[in-house]
């Protein structure tokens, strides 16, 4: 993945002479988790993403007779215009795309933007809104875009949002495949993963809304201030992704919880874990759970724990009693025919 993006997206995105149209478009895009790795990934260590494919973001253009771009956020009770708001992120998004689609003059749409994520969660939010949007806008404009332009484009977003995201929520959810994913110095290098059997993951959110952009930006102040301890702290979250990935291509999650738990361990020793998150993986692990840990920036949002399914009702019910705001089942790859 280069690191700036391409004055226009190239042939695929540009040979062609726009006329708006008095069409709809929409675009949607999944939700993810991280499994293993968060943080140290910001550093070059590798991370593991999933999709979470049945939990989206969409967003619907409709033609306007006049006034530009608007955006509509009924969930949020928000509307605005992109005249109005030249520095909201999402409108830098849309500035962007249209740049990239040699798009000179903004049509008149109105991007109405609905979500089943939890904002502030670790769930990706940010980067599947951003996605849907560049979906619904190659569609209205008639381009057919890469997975890897989609996810260049919002990286862009990323940036302007978190300051130094490593990449892997804008490449999880435009590519929607299982990555294992490594940044570079000069982008990115993604491997598609293969999980042969269903992993059964139960996600509890905290209810406690925590921007990625606060936990990045202290973790980052810490360590400048002390690197020798930060440097060895992500490599050990490194090592375990290593052996997550060993685990998880092999289907042995019984190997894989473990693997999980240590990884809770070390993001608690970056100083990204909270009293919430902690209490509900102790619940999780306590009513079964083969491993569990925060998922996403923590000090707040989610957490998962690999379940057995024998055990899933109890380990939901343990995670609602320890104060879960809500408790989401989710299978994560297997054969087709009997992914969720
Ligand atoms: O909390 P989320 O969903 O934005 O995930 C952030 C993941 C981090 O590793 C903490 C940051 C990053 O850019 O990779």
Redo the contacts with the bound molecule.
């Keep these: 993945m280069p690191s700036d993006l391409p004055p226009t997206l190239g042939d695929a995105a540009s040979d062609h002479s726009y006329t708006p149209e008095l069409h709809r478009a929409t675009g949607t895009a999944p939700g993810k988790l991280?499994l293993c790795g968060?943080?140290a990934?910001?550093y070059g260590q590798p991370?593991i993403a999933l999709p979470l494919s049945g939990i989206r973001a969409s967003a619907h253009i409709t033609p306007m007779p006049s006034g530009g771009v608007r955006f509509d956020a009924p969930d949020l009770a928000r509307a605005w215009a992109m005249d109005d708001a030249p520095d909201d992120p999402l409108c830098q998004l849309v500035g962007e795309v249209l740049h990239a689609f040699q798009i000179a003059a903004p049509p008149a749409i109105t991007i109405t933007i609905t979500s089943d994520l939890p904002i502030a969660s670790?769930?990706?939010s940010?980067a599947s809104v951003a996605t849907a949007i560049v979906r619904a806008l190659a569609r209205y404009t008639g381009r057919t875009l890469a997975p890897a332009q989609i996810s260049q484009l919002v990286f862009e977003n990323e940036r302007r949002l978190?300051g130094t995201?490593?990449g892997?929520?804008n490449t999880v959810i435009a590519y929607e495949q299982a990555v294992w994913f490594v940044r570079t110095e000069d982008g990115a290098q993604i491997e598609p993963l293969d999980i042969p059997a269903p992993l059964l993951l139960l996600v509890a959110d905290t209810g406690v809304r925590s921007s990625?952009k606060l936990?990045?930006g202290e973790v980052r102040r810490r360590w400048q201030h002390d690197p020798a301890p930060y440097n060895a702290l992500f490599s050990q979250v490194g090592d375990l992704a290593l052996q997550a990935r060993a685990a998880l291509c092999a289907g042995d999650t019984r190997t894989l919880g473990p693997l999980l738990d240590q990884n809770h361990a070390l993001l608690q020793q970056i100083g990204v874990s909270s009293p919430e998150l902690d209490r509900l993986v102790l619940a999780a692990r306590e009513a079964g759970a083969l491993g569990a840990k925060l998922s996403?920036?923590g000090w707040g949002?989610v957490m998962l724990a690999l379940a057995h399914p024998a055990r899933a009702a109890q380990i939901s019910a343990a995670l609602r009693g320890a104060g879960a705001a809500s408790v989401l089942r989710t299978a994560v790859g297997g054969p087709p025919e009997i992914r969720l």
Excluded: F, L
């Design positions: 991280i968060e943080h990934v910001v991370a670790g769930m990706g940010g978190h995201p490593s892997v929520d990625t936990p990045v996403g920036a949002g």
